[in-house]
């Protein structure tokens, strides 16, 4: 029970904290490598030591499994990583990260329409109406030279990278995926990997590439992303998505943007406006009202 307990909170600390400073992480790695190449390098090495950790242990996929990885990896790494990275080169991180982990709100929109027995409570519904509103806010137009001017593009881009993430949270409930939490995040980061190279390389981002240009400082990113942000988070959270709900995994939307924008601050420089500090008081609030609901009602 204790080794159960320990592992529950290292986990929960895994995404709390670790997952926060991924976003400082991904502005210094994009710096001198092609967002989507980065991201898909980073899923491949990733996902090749998990698999081969787990075929050593004796670990295999069935048929029937690879279909849901299929359609998971893609929805976490194509659309959920790659897009975060190619909109990071115009979004700041800590403006990102409150976007990005805005996904309660959408995993409560989305099991109301896909779950025949759920229902929002009044308090949901009061956080998925400030929960937009306060992305609304980002998008109001901001002026002085010491703030930070929100692009649209790269914000809505940030959006449809978090609604995909959810779309794969909720289906991962259901989905047959192996019983192991290193197996399945193994083989959906491999196949997102080998899925965001294909687009770093359709989109061109690799012509005038060399890996001659690469910084140290985005060698390093490279491989905190790698080592923490995949392998070891990554895990966590497949993990926490098979023992608790998709809604409690969530939780981590409370610290995440409050790291990212701290980090943002201290380390990059990242200015922000009274504006868009109000918005993001009100997501993670909203994000609040959503998860504190549904734990009383459980």
């Known amino acids: 029970m204790k080794t159960y307990k320990t592992k529950l909170i290292l986990a929960f600390a895994a995404i709390y904290v670790i997952w926060g400073s991924t976003y400082l992480a991904i502005r210094y790695g994009i710096e001198t490598i092609p ?6 390098i980073r899923s491949l090495i990733a996902g090749g030591a998990l698999y081969l950790w787990s075929y050593k242990k004796g670990e295999r996929v069935k048929r029937e499994q690879l279909l849901p990885l299929l359609f998971l990896g893609i929805l976490f790494f194509v659309f959920g990583h790659g897009l975060l990275a190619m909109a990071q080169k115009i979004v700041a991180s800590g403006i990102a990260a409150v976007l990005s982990v805005s996904d309660p709100l959408w995993i409560g929109l989305i099991e109301s329409f896909t779950i025949m027995d759920f229902r929002l409570t009044k308090k949901q519904i009061a956080g998925l109406i400030l929960g937009f509103v306060g ?9 002085g030279a010491m703030t930070f001017q929100i692009n649209p593009f790269g914000a809505f881009i940030i959006l449809i990278s978090a609604i995909s993430w959810s779309v794969g949270a909720v289906y991962s409930r259901a989905a047959k995926l192996p019983k192991s939490a290193a197996l399945s995040a193994g083989v959906e ?3 997102g990997g080998i899925f965001l190279c294909i687009v770093s390389w359709m989109t061109g981002e690799l012509r005038n590439f060399h890996p001659g240009m690469i910084s140290l400082r985005s060698y390093l990113a490279l491989a905190y992303l790698v080592i923490f942000g995949s392998i070891i988070t990554f895990t966590a959270y497949v993990w926490l998505l098979t023992v608790t709900t998709a809604t409690l995994a969530s939780t981590h939307t409370y610290v995440n943007p409050v790291i990212a924008v701290l980090l943002g601050w201290a380390f990059a420089g990242e200015q922000f406006s009274l504006l868009a500090l109000c918005a993001c008081s009100v997501i993670v609030f909203s994000v609040y009202l959503m998860l504190e609901s549904k734990q009383k009602r459980k």
Do not use: A, D
């Open 35 to 40: 967002p989507f190449f980065m991201m898909g």
């Open 189 to 191: 980061l491999i196949i």
């Open 135 to 143: 992305v609304g806010l980002l998008f109001f137009p901001t002026s």
